[in-house]
Structure formats: C-alpha cells, structure tokens
C-alpha cells in the first residue's frame, strides 16, 4: 500500500514538473492567462456589458465583411462597431471557399444583410506566396502543388484572369484588387441566395482594400441593382 502510494505522489511530482517545463520552454500557458485576464477586462468594460445584453439572445447584423485571417485586419475595429453588428466570416487571403460562401449566404439569407464587404489588405501574404508562386512556376498554375493549395490556388486563378504581368512593377498591388474582385465574383456566381438577393435590391457587394498604414478601408467597387 506504502509502495503503490509513493508511486502515486512520484507520478504527480513529475507531471508537475513537466508541465511546469513545458510552460517555461513554450510559455503557451503564459500567453494563456494573458488572454484570461484580458477576458476578464472586456466582461467588466460597461459598453461591452451592454452590448452583450442586447445581443445575447440573437443577432441581426447589417454587414457582412468577407476579410483576411490576417491579425492586422479586424473589420470589427476598422469599422468601428461593436458586437452583433458584422458578420464576418475571415480566412487567409479572404478567398471564397464552400464553407466561406455557405456563410455568406446563411447570413444574407437569415438576417437583414444590407452590405456584403470584400476587403483586401495592402502586403497580403496569401497574395504575395500566390505571385511567388506563380513566379516560380513560369505563370502556369500548378494545382498539384499540395502547400497551401486551397489559400494559394484561388488567387493564383484570380490573378492569371485579370491578365496581371506578375514580373510588373505593380503586380502585387494589382493581384490583391484582383483578388478581391474575383472573389466578390465567386460569392455571386455560385449562390443562389447571395445573387438573388443582389439582383433584387436586397444587398450591395462592395470591394475595398485596407491599408495598414493610414487604417483607410478604400472602396474599389460597389456591385448593385439599385434602380
């Protein structure tokens, strides 16, 4: 019985200490209670708590913003609205993928959407790996190529449709328009729900770029039939 005990306390000493090893090599469990505590912040800011109230029981947002995965590009803060107010569905390269459309459309369809937002960002990632890439690859797509396919293959297809010469000066630049404009494209062109309701007044599908530097969401088209 002493035997089997002592045993017991060795394995939760080790575990102990492993963990605690673990936590100071990764500091995961650091970084952690940091979000824990910043948690505890946003429960206690009043203007949070009030809206928490009035939405904890449904939502009805007005906006949709389709936008990179990228933590510089938050919609929420770049638009300055609170909880319940954008529906935002984010991925890398905001590109428009089965489940990324399926979302769009659940909310046009469910909610009362006004405004569907495409929003690109100046040095997107997603859009640079797509250029290099295509760089690499003399111009032709290669979806063969398993890394980061489902990111990287959409954009290097928007690319090569917008007739961008990828060696120009200009490409990047370029190539993320062209992202943005393929994708609100994509939205349209394969749901039902999200063309229907464009074409009868329900919703507007808006392009824009975001800069990282001055914080501007410029637009750079607005598809509607507004009569």
């Given at each position: 019985?002493?035997?089997?005990?002592?045993?017991?306390?060795?394995?939760?000493?080790?575990?102990?200490?492993?963990?605690?090893?673990?936590?100071?090599?990764?500091?995961?469990?650091?970084?952690?209670?940091?979000l824990?505590?910043?948690?505890?912040?946003f429960?206690?800011?009043?203007?949070?708590?009030?809206?928490?109230?009035?939405?904890?029981?449904?939502?009805?947002?007005?906006?949709?913003?389709?936008?990179c995965?990228?933590?510089r590009?938050?919609p929420?803060?770049?638009?300055?609205?609170?909880?319940?107010?954008?529906?935002?569905?984010?991925?890398?390269?905001?590109?428009?993928?089965?489940?990324?459309i399926?979302?769009?459309?659940?909310?046009?369809?469910?909610?009362?959407?006004?405004?569907?937002?495409?929003?690109?960002?100046?040095?997107?990632?997603?859009?640079?790996?797509?250029?290099?890439?295509?760089?690499?690859?003399?111009?032709?797509?290669?979806?063969?190529?398993?890394?980061?396919?489902?990111?990287?293959?959409?954009?290097?297809?928007?690319?090569?449709?917008?007739?961008?010469?990828?060696?120009?000066?200009?490409?990047?630049?370029?190539?993320?328009?062209?992202?943005?404009?393929?994708?609100?494209?994509?939205?349209?062109?394969?749901?039902?729900?999200?063309?229907?309701?464009?074409?009868?007044?329900?919703?507007?599908?808006?392009?824009?770029?975001?800069?990282?530097?001055?914080?501007?969401?410029?637009?750079?088209?607005?598809?509607?039939?507004?009569?």
């Open positions: 019985m002493k035997v089997k005990f002592f045993l017991m306390l060795l394995l939760v000493v080790f575990s102990n200490s492993w963990a605690q090893s673990s936590s100071d090599e990764c500091g995961s469990q650091q970084d952690w209670h940091y824990q505590k910043a948690n505890k912040e429960i206690h800011k009043p203007k949070y708590t009030k809206q928490r109230k009035k939405t904890a029981n449904g939502q009805n947002p007005a906006f949709v913003v389709l936008s995965a990228d933590s590009t938050p929420e803060l770049i638009f300055n609205q609170g909880l319940g107010r954008i529906f935002c569905p984010r991925v890398a390269g905001n590109t428009a993928g089965d489940q990324v399926d979302s769009i459309a659940f909310a046009v369809h469910t909610w009362d959407v006004t405004t569907v937002v495409v929003m690109g960002h100046e040095n997107c990632g997603a859009v640079i790996g797509a250029l290099d890439r295509l760089r690499e690859n003399g111009g032709v797509i290669d979806p063969e190529n398993g890394i980061f396919h489902a990111v990287l293959i959409p954009i290097e297809r928007a690319i090569i449709a917008a007739g961008i010469d990828i060696y120009g000066p200009n490409a990047l630049e370029e190539s993320i328009i062209a992202n943005v404009v393929y994708t609100a494209n994509q939205l349209i062109n394969n749901s039902i729900i999200i063309s229907n309701a464009l074409q009868s007044g329900q919703i507007i599908i808006v392009g824009s770029v975001y800069s990282l530097r001055t914080g501007k969401a410029k637009e750079i088209f607005i598809i509607n039939n507004c009569t």
